[in-house]
Structure formats: C-alpha cells, structure tokens
C-alpha cells in the first residue's frame, strides 16, 4: 500500500534550521502534488507549502513564506521541506501528503495520502 514516511524531525534552537524529508513508495510520484502539514497541540492543522508534480509551482503559507522551501526529488520519490529561521511557535507535528488533483492544492482535503508525522521542537 502507499506509504509517506516523513523524517527529519527533531529539537533545535530558535534561529536554527531543519530539513524535513518525506519518501513516498507504492505510489507514482509524480503523477502528484505533495504539501506539508502541521498540528501543534491542541490546534488545528495547518497548511505549510505545496508543490506540483513537476516542481515548477510551489504555494506558501505566509507563516512560512521566505523561512520553509518546498521541493522534490521525483527520482528519489521523495519531498522536502527546508525550514530555516525557526521559531518556538513552529513547534509542532508535521507530515507530508500527496494529492492527486493538478496544481498545487492547500486544502488538506484535497490530500489522499498522508504520513504519520514528525516531530520538530524549537526551544527559546
């Protein structure tokens, strides 16, 4: 079966960076867009970046937008998310997924796959 596994995750310090990796299989990769995601606790979901299956349009949320970068190996079936300039409010759980609509969908339910999440803390 399709198979998202997020990693990367981990404690940094606030102004440190991160490189998230998502490695999908079972799946035709580039046949989709992938986005990244993330739940704080006791929050909603939250859309972070999207990027199209060929990685020519990329989306941001403006939370992020100049601080994460979206991109994708589609060689490698896998999906990154740069994360620089880290703060403790990006702390959270975030996951990868995979979309099959064009473009370069924000909405979560636009996703038909999802991974089960990384963990990524940034202390003050």
């Known amino acids: 079966q399709v198979q998202l596994v997020e990693s990367g995750g981990g404690l940094v310090q606030a102004g440190g960076s991160l490189r998230l990796s998502c490695a999908a299989s079972?799946?035709?990769?580039?046949?989709?867009?992938m986005a990244w995601f993330r739940q704080a606790p006791g929050k909603a979901r939250e859309f972070l970046a999207s990027?199209?299956?060929?990685?020519?349009?990329?989306i941001y949320a403006s939370s992020v937008k100049s601080r994460f970068t979206i991109s994708r190996d589609n060689a490698k079936n896998t999906v990154y998310l740069q994360m620089n300039s880290l703060k403790p409010e990006d702390t959270a759980v975030y996951s990868c997924?995979?979309?099959?609509?064009?473009?370069?969908?924000?909405?979560?339910?636009?996703?038909?796959?999802w991974g089960q999440g990384t963990q990524v803390t940034v202390s003050s």
């Open positions: 997924a995979a979309s099959a609509v064009s473009g370069a969908p924000t909405s979560s339910s636009r996703y038909n796959y």
């Open positions: 079972e799946l035709t990769f580039s046949n989709y867009a």
């Open positions: 990027i199209n299956w060929m990685g020519g349009s990329t």
